[in-house]
């Protein structure tokens, strides 16, 4: 019956809106995969509306619901209260910059989240040894009749004697390190509801008090940014609220953001402590609506949990907290990734994603297009930019900044080390930058780029290009490199290539008909980051190569489709979703996106690798020490049917890396549901286990009892369409499984 329903869909290879699913990926085994959809053809296009004031409302008359009440997705919390940056109390740093040899204390291990671990009992020998120690079940996954929208992604810290970590929603626990025994949980009872495109929490942050006295309760405490947007203060010891911390040990990040319903923003990173200021961000959901709640970035009292300063991108030089009627700037840049505290500068790197209305740029005002895609330098003593470093502009790809990123020392030619910052980008460019000032340490390029033909929407005459480091992407694609299971789905990937617009990475959205972004917005690293090993000078990177295949739409067929945003009374689920077809309301234009697949067979129209992974030599030129494709077929084939296939055809990933003193790389990521170690120095695999879910998570490496361990969230990705479960799996040598 697939046979015959490629057949019938080769019959119609010559329409020139070709149909695409509505979100997907190299399909895994048993993963169904999304019902198809449609691009429409252009019709007649609409002219750009006029530019809303960001502070008005989006309604025409009164809001068809009511405003968001200050707690309704917060746990009903008050107001915060806000206090002078003067009166944060000196405080040590969120953790050490040299962290005991045997903890992993934080998201990226140490304060340059470096992911470096300088254990060394697994090594290219030993690791061969490595088997299952325990498995911890967090109790977090889909219910009957609950939409799979789970992907944990979760990375455990471990800090003395225990293991902290989070589930999917949110429910905190610490665990015995040794055996997985759990010795406290506190539940936080995040709805379903409240879950906005994924349920994730990627970790919790540990932090030591300065005021409250060491041995009584919150002197060590860990603290979660919640999916309805709550910040908790819990005791490392026990899990009890910290009840000096905001109100009883929580803290209403709703306040100020105005309207909003549950699941339209949400905190999955673990919140970075700056000398004494815990930096939150949040994710706003794609694609919704131009005045979506703002992006604004807020520092509160590590201690008190008052707020302390918010920048507003909208509104700069206001950091005071909105009173009354007010709300913070709406539709502007969101920064959603995993944020890296520096101490010494004072300052947070804040990696920020674009405007609201992600594909239509024509109605940003030039303060939102001056620091959208960027890394953003924040003191945190004022939550003023002292520096911004923008890696794409006028973004309307989507390549919103997905990674933390990574401090260094770069070796200067007179031998003078010089402080930097390593910054992924989804384009697969890394820059490499002087984290005082945010100037390039390595060589940028200026290459023109596209101009596009949309009314309303110019596209910048150019972008930079990090001529000093390896690019991580593939070369541009070609009509040749269109491929499928046979050659009727070859015919029809080479035609879907000859129907769309392409005019290289850059190409600009058009409404004609589909264009082509590649590397798309799964491309290049993403959340999962870099690891760094400080003593090799070796960087490693894991990323993808996956095309996405878009066209801009008008407002009359996106109403024909159903297109709405999630805050519309009449919102149904699935119409109109982040990582698919947006309704985009508030601009002239929906958008109509899915991967440049083949939605028959569920493989993508070019032909593998999709992922690979890269080290390369910091200390000698930058140079690719080795490359390879990352992820096998065995559990991935066309009509998501697993193959079985050993062979490394590399899967698209999600998720990064660690690097330890014993020469090895840890990491799963890809749709294998593998994961492996992988020898430092010449990337050959040296060991491989097969996980009860998928790997889309940042494995981390501690020791205890004088053994060491490395666990990895097995939790699966409902967007990659690798199993779902709610299993830590922990593995460690046979000798400290006797233990």
Known sequence: MRRSHLLATAAGLALACSPLAAHAQFAPAGSGGPPSATIPGPGNADEPKENTPPNSSYFAGPSPYAPQAPGVNAANLPDSESIDASQVPAMAPQQSANPAREDWPAYGRDDKATRYSPLTELNPETVKRLEPAFVYHTGSYPRPGQTNKWAAETTPIKVGDGLY????????????????????????????????YTAACKGVTYFTSSVVPEGEPCHNRILEGTLDMRLVAVDAATGAFCPAFGHNGQVNLMQGLGESVPGFVAMTAPPPVVNGVVVVNHEVLDGQRRWAPSGVVRGYDAESGKFVWAWDVGNPDDHNQPTGNRHYSRGTPNSWATMTGDNEQGLVYVPTGNSAGDYFSGLRSPAENAVSTSVVALDVKTGSPRWVYQTTRKDVWDYDMGSQVTMMDMPGSDGTPTPALIVPTKRGQTFVLDRRTGKPILPVEERPAPAGNVPGDSRAPTQPWSVGMPALRMPELKEKDMWGMSPIDQLYCRIKFRSAHYDGEFTAPSLDKPWIMYPGNNGGSDWGSMSYDPNTGILVANWNASPMYAQLITRKKADSLGLMPIDDPNYKPGAGAAEGNGPMEGTPYAIAIAPFWDPVTKMLCHRPPYGMITAIDMKHGQKVLWQHPLGTARANGPWGLPTGLPWEIGTPNNGGSLVTAGGLIFIAAATDNLIRAIDEHTGKVV??????GGGQANPMTYEANGHQYVAIMAGGHHFMMTPITDQLVVYALPDAIKH
């Open 687 to 692: 060991w491989s286990a097969v996980l009860p």
């Open 165 to 196: 970590m989070c589930s999917a929603q949110n429910d905190i626990m610490k665990l015995d390190p040794a055996t997985g025994k759990e010795i406290w949980r506190r539940n936080l009872g995040v709805k379903y509801e409240s879950i906005p």
